[in-house]
Nanobody, 114 residues
Framework: QVQLVESGGGLVQSGGSLRLSCVASGIIFGIYNMGWYRQAPGKQRELVATITGRGTTDYTDSAKGRFTISRDNAKSTVYLQMNSLKPEDTAVYYC????????WGQGTQVTVSS
């Protein structure tokens, strides 16, 4: 059974940076395309960025130029480096497969103050 544990969130001022981590256990991590998602209060969960097993990345328009997704297959971990954060980035951030089929983890809260 897959377990996803996200960490690294926190409270940051507008323009600041955070690095999120997600450790996946119970799988052969390197064969899966992974994604970061977020859910703001009162909104649906949305995709932010994806990365293939070989490291090819893709971003939504809101993340392009500010966020960087990466992975360390040896550590079964996917990262999201977030720079130039804006108040509208405030959300709970989750990782999952690029097509999310696993049970969601608890997520990590990111709060950006103006």
């Amino acid at each position: 059974q897959v377990q996803l544990v996200e960490s690294g969130g926190g409270l940051v001022q507008s323009g600041g940076s955070l690095r999120l981590s997600c450790v996946a256990s119970g799988i052969i991590f390197g064969i899966y395309n992974m994604g970061w998602y977020r859910q703001a209060p009162g909104k649906q969960r949305e995709l932010v960025a994806t990365i293939t097993g070989r490291g090819t990345t893709d971003y939504t328009d809101s993340a392009k130029g500010r966020f960087t997704i990466s992975r360390d297959n040896a550590k079964s971990t996917v990262y999201l480096q977030m720079n130039s954060l804006k108040p509208e980035d405030t959300a709970v951030y989750y990782c999952n497969r690029a097509v999310p089929t696993w049970t969601w983890g608890q997520g990590t809260q990111v709060t950006v103050s103006s």
